[in-house]
């Protein structure tokens, strides 16, 4: 990756923090609540934990995880982990118990950092996680930090090296640890700093959570470029507006759910937000009064990006110009075009071969930026990459003559829930062993706040109690995952071949509507 044509390329994360910390090391790297991290002192932090974490014998190869919300601690050790070979697998911390401790145990995570919100919680599955062999909270990383000394010199890695592990559901039913690399992310942070115009005078919000590529991905990409980051330990949208105007803010990515909360803020229309270059939504689907309600906050700075884990992030985007002119207006509904580095064609999903313009298929993308595949599990990698390197992104849509991308369905019957991605298969299997259903699917019906929510169509032939139902749910899954309905039916709709029809489920809620990911 080259930052600027007089600098050398910096082929591995840890030469990032080399070159601000050399060039520039005294302005501000992070700033989080009250505190401040310049490049040398974010380099020199980084360098300490690094030797913390050979002290408990983490070296090239194993994992660690993250269970908290955002903290500066998360993105020292993503970046510790980056320069011993290591690499850390941040849990969504949203997740059930039961789910935790499967991302967990698939990590085989030998130390696991915990925020105090969710200190009760690991100490109640501590018997079930046994590869983690030291608990650190945060109230105890300083004296952790302070007690070894900065490992001196460069880093030795291989830029194929995964150093950061976010997972992604799987049409299984079960999470899946996608590897990013070195080489992929800062191709990532190459293409989206181009095609956004991040550079050292940029000042980045990292408001979405950090085990999402939305978060991670977004603050990596402000180190790649010598930017500031500003960090949100949640994502409330007070937060963010004042964040946005006292920080002057230039570039921030922020889910759809989120941004209808920014558009309610009081007063918000009055505050001086002048300093945003760029506004990046994505991740769920844009309603449109919400888009309505934001266009006069950010006039001209609006983007609406699509993505995915295992692309690092971003491969498309649709530009302010498209927002906003009337005559382009059936463009709303589109991902936009490739960003650079990135190529997208539309394939048939059966045999692979392209489609013709505006017929409909599976989004391929192509890109240095790809993951290096999923932790473990080779065959689902083959599966989602082929030996060409194009990525099999499992979302329908189609190319028009412009080339713009439309992402009408799922080919997997994904569901995006306020920038989530919950996978059917998942909530059908908890449903599944729930005495008296005896068929179950799972669909994604429309919702004003949240884009789509999933909602459980069952046959249970004696009935059932539906409130028993949902707590359940709520006992093995995230909140966020729980249907938000049921219903009970005398049977499902199924193909010849014994393949339910969801598309005809989800017919009789998305009448007249696109349902789209953006």
């Known amino acids: 990756m080259t930052l600027s044509p007089e600098r050398p390329v910096v082929s591995d994360i840890p030469g990032l923090l080399d070159r601000w910390a050399a060039e520039r090391p005294e302005a501000e790297a992070l700033r989080f609540g009250e505190v401040r991290r310049t490049w040398a002192e974010l380099d020199e932090r980084v360098r300490r934990l690094a030797a913390a974490l050979r002290a408990e014998g983490i070296g090239p190869g194993d994992r660690v995880a993250v269970l908290d919300l955002n903290h ?41 950092l915990v925020g105090p919100e969710f200190a009760a919680a690991a100490a109640a599955i501590g018997d079930r996680i046994p590869s983690v062999r030291r608990t650190v909270g945060t109230d105890e990383y300083e004296a952790w930090l302070a007690a070894h000394e900065p490992e001196p010199g460069p880093a030795q890695v291989d830029p194929a090296d995964c150093f950061v592990q976010l997972y992604t559901s799987g049409t299984t ?50 180190i790649a470029h010598g930017a500031r980051i500003v960090m949100l330990r949640i994502p409330d949208p007070a937060a963010v507006v004042a964040q946005l105007e006292q920080e002057r803010i230039t570039h921030t990515f922020l889910v759809p759910a989120l941004l209808a909360g920014v558009a309610q803020v009081p007063g918000v229309a009055e505050r001086d937000l002048s300093a945003i270059r760029t506004l990046s939504y994505g991740a769920s689907p844009m309603p449109l009064p919400v888009l309505r309600a934001c266009l006069p906050l950010f006039p001209g700075r609006m983007h609406q990006v699509y993505g995915m884990t295992e692309a690092c992030g971003v491969v498309s985007a649709l530009g302010p110009a498209d927002h906003e002119d009337p005559s382009v207006a ?49 065959e689902a990698s083959a599966a989602a990459v082929t030996p060409d390197g194009w990525l099999r992104s499992g979302d329908g ?122």
């Not at 990013?180 to 293409?191: I, V």
């Not at 313009?357 to 790809?370: D, F, H, K, N």
């Open 173 to 222: 039913g079960f999470p899946k640890g996608v590897l990013l690399t070195h080489r992929a992310m800062l191709a990532h942070s190459d293409n989206v700093g181009h095609s956004f115009e991040v550079d050292p005078t940029a000042v980045v919000q990292v408001a979405m959570p950090l085990f999402h590529v939305g978060g991670t991905s977004y603050a990596l990409l402000a």
């Open 397 to 518: 849509g189609h190319l028009d003559a412009d080339g713009y991308v439309y992402v009408t369905d799922r080919v997997k019957d994904m569901i995006v829930s306020g920038g989530e991605n919950v996978y059917p298969a998942e909530i059908e299997r908890v449903l599944a062993e729930y005495p008296g259903i005896t068929d179950v699917a799972v669909i994604g019906v429309p919702d004003e706040r949240w884009g789509e929510v999933p909602r459980a169509v069952v046959v249970a032939p004696g009935g059932l109690d539906e409130a028993a139902v949902l707590a359940h749910c709520r006992a093995h899954l995230a909140a966020f995952k729980c249907p938000k309905g049921i219903n009970v039916v005398d049977e499902l709709p199924r193909n010849p071949t014994g393949k339910i029809l969801k598309k005809d489920l989800r017919a009789p809620y998305w009448a007249g509507r696109e349902r789209r990911t953006v």
């Open 330 to 378: 059936h463009r709303l509904i589109s991902a936009g075009t490739p960003i650079h580095g990135c190529e997208i064609e539309v394939r048939d999903p059966a045999t692979g071969d392209p489609v013709p313009t505006g017929e409909p298929g599976e989004i391929w993308v192509r890109s240095a930026q790809l993951m290096a595949g999923y932790w473990t599990q080779p």
């Open 72 to 112: 500066p601690s998360c993105l020292e050790m993503t970046l510790a982990c980056a320069r011993i070979g290591a690499a850390n697998a941040i849990v969504n911390f949203r997740l059930a118990p039961p789910e935790i401790v499967y991302v967990i145990n698939d990590a085989g995570a030998s130390l696991l």
